[in-house]
């Protein structure tokens, strides 16, 4: 399919579906037709053409027999890979959780993922699971163990990562929504340079029951969307309490979806000097400002905040991150789980053999650099340390949500860089995310909307400039007030990625 218009939004089509104007069978082959089409994109890892066909036959059976549909129905959406899924592969992008390397050979979860489970249960129709950073440890999707994902707005450019599978299908219209997890970024990064919404809940809100896991205290799993109010609706459907899920909070769901209908006259927008520095690309700057202005039309009231510890953010984040991946991934071991090599001789040549070819160069990286951090001589010297900063990022935050309800701040310094430009300095890399990991230190809650496009510039095309919102920890219906409020002027409001 040719077409780049991108699906409705998520109320239109369930509203269509509930009135029975829409076909779940009819949306749901056009939304594998267009998967498919996004070959080129590699975005997808798996495209589950028959588990979504039966999915919508029984939301169709459902409605036809006059019971009442739920709150997604008949919404195709994508899931990142490193999502529990009973029915498809799940790997993470790394070739450690295949048999032979190739993603068709990739393990079969005996469970579904807490938050695909409420997808399901909210009628919505799952059409595949998307690329990523192995194991979520990137910012480019270039890690990823099965090729890496292409912009749809320039596929000579990065989507973002590690979920830049999850913004890159929703950015090329194959589906109006995905799942994707942040643990400093993941979310919020690939939606700015993809154009579409994303969401990160504050730590907490939402299970990581069945979410391979990455860094413990920091992974969140969240919407991506093409527009504020789709993402509010798949908030409330996948948040809440789980019992299977200690670390998620005992606490009520706010309503996400009508606090996007709430005028934010009065609303006070806080703006850190401290993420307006050096080396924000003049397009970001101008952008994120354009957005300051219309809010402050709105009857906003734009102030001044400080985050003086933001500078730390990048070190104590990669510590951090570092140590706590190198504690979760040792389970790959090719014994207790991933594949075994089958030189494995000994027990040790098991393991270094199995995780040897198993894990990719960056997940090695921060195996070692997590390792070294937590190990008896430096626990004290770095990883203590870095847990003191981060308390002090934190205070920053509640500080400054003394004077703001809501923050505004660039996501990303640049627009998407071009695919391979950033590989062999790993520094530069981590360089990008200087905006988005204090926030996921902290725990509280952030949103990326599409602020503006770049003007065309020679051979470049216009690209996406997404605009960053943060409110308190449980206090997403700020978000999503203000990111309505600002998408309801937008001139980007629904811009699709042009044809390919
Ligand atoms: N880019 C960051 C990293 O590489 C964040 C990744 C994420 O949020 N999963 O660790």
Known sequence: MSSRSRPDSIRETVAGVQSGQLSPIELTRDALARAEADAPLNCYLHVGTEAAMQSAEAIADKAKAGNPLGPLAG?????????????APTTAASRILTRDGNYTSGWR???????????????????????????????????????????????SRIPGGSSGGSAACVASGSVA?????????????????CGVVGVKPSYGRVSRY???????????????????????????VIA?????????????????????????KGLRVGVPEEYFAEGLD???????????????????????????????????????????ASSNLSRFDGVRFGMRHEQSGDLLATYENSRGAGFGTEVKRRIMLGTYALSSGYYDAYYR?????????RRDFDQAFERADVLLTPVSPTVAFSLGERVQDPLQMYLADVYTLPASLAGICGMSVPAALSAPDGPTPALPIGVQL???????????????????????????????
């Open 75 to 87: 919404v195709a959406i994508a899931i990142k890979d490193a999502l529990c899924t009973i029915d």
């Open 109 to 155: 979860p005996a469970y579904d993922a807490t938050v695909v489970q409420r997808l399901r249960d909210a009628d919505a129709v799952l059409i595949g699971k998307t690329n990523m950073d192995e194991f979520a440890m990137g910012s480019s999707n270039e890690n990823s163990a099965f090729g890496n994902v292409r912009n749809p707005w320039d596929p």
């Open 177 to 193: 929504a995905s799942l994707g997890s942040d643990t400093g970024g993941s979310i919020r990064q690939p939606a700015s340079h």
């Open 210 to 236: 069945g979410l391979i896991a990455f860094a413990s205290s920091l992974d969140q799993v969240g919407p991506l969307a093409n527009d504020v109010r789709g993402a509010a609706r798949l908030l409330e």
């Open 240 to 264: 809440g309490p789980d019992q299977h899920d200690s670390t998620c909070a005992q606490r009520a769901v706010g309503k996400y979806e009508s606090a996007c209908d709430i005028v934010p």
């Open 282 to 324: 003049p397009r970001v700057q101008q952008a994120v400002t354009g957005v300051i202005d219309a809010l402050r039309e709105q009857g906003c009231e734009i102030v001044n905040v400080k985050l003086p510890h933001t500078q730390y953010g990048i070190s104590t984040y990669y510590l951090i991150a570092t140590a706590e």
């Open 385 to 393: 340390k870095a847990q003191q900063v981060r308390t002090l990022i």
């Open 470 to 500: 943060l409110a308190p920890a449980f206090r997403e219906e700020v978000l999503f007030t203000a990111g309505a409020a600002w998408e309801r002027v937008s001139p980007v409001r629904g811009s699709v990625a042009p044809p390919r």
